[in-house]
């Protein structure tokens, strides 16, 4: 997501860095499918449950930054088709902070400007994956308490991975953000406990909190997805749990809602 302050953030740097340096990696069997999750501050809070998920499936690599916009990932994307992941999850939400998501004037874009752009960036990143071998799911951001950017973008990540899979290629989309919202898809600061989260990770009353205050992130707490998060933070949780749920099935090993299986067995 946007830095709070409003000021580009080193995207290009932190993110190579993240590559070689400070990316976590689970699982030990070079048989095993290599899994990579790109994305921004959303991504980067959820990879814990992400890889919690997938710890037993696949070897995975967090390559999320916060304040990342597609078009920061192209290089690192480039890359990695040298030695390309089985399966790419790449979760975008509208951040316009970096120098890469400025127009003419050296301004921000923004409205249809910035949805263009993230669109042919996401269709360049798309194609680039799916030419290099990998499976690409898109997944989709929750929305913020003051709506934002996130449901339009979904759509339009769901429309390009939809033309991709008409023409026999591996793309997918996948809706994480409802982890995150009401039934009926809209923000919520709390959502109903899952059967392992007690008073001590937060729940009361039945109801646990998923959103962090600011109404973008996820961390009860605060922070802004830049620290991490001091507590247990079931929006995290849940939402890097449902991408993980993608992979999956993508990879032919699960059917089912990762989450459903959670409630019914913890």
Known sequence: MPSRSGAPLPVLTVLAVAATVTSLTTGCGWSRPRVVLYGDSLSWEAAGGFQLELRRDARVRISA??????????????????????VAVLQFSGNNTTSCMQGPDGEPLVGDALLDRYTADAEAVTSLLVGAGSSVIWAGSPVTR?????????????????????????????PADTAVLTPDGRYTDTLPCLAFEGPDRGCVDGRIRVRAPDGVHFCPT????????????????????????????????????????IRSTA
């Open 65 to 86: 930054v916060p304040g990342a916009a597609v078009c920061d990932l192209l290089p690192l994307v480039e890359q990695d088709a040298d030695n390309p992941p089985t």
């Open 146 to 174: 003051t709506g934002g950017q996130a449901a339009t973008l979904n759509e339009r990540y769901r429309a390009i991975a939809e033309a991709a899979a008409a023409r026999g290629e591996p793309v997918r989309y996948t």
């Open 222 to 261: 605060g922070g802004g997805g830049s620290a991490p998060c001091p507590v247990w933070s079931s929006g995290a949780f849940r939402f890097g749990t449902a991408m993980a749920d993608a992979v999956q099935e993508a990879l032919g090993e699960k059917d089912g809602s990762a989450l459903s299986t």
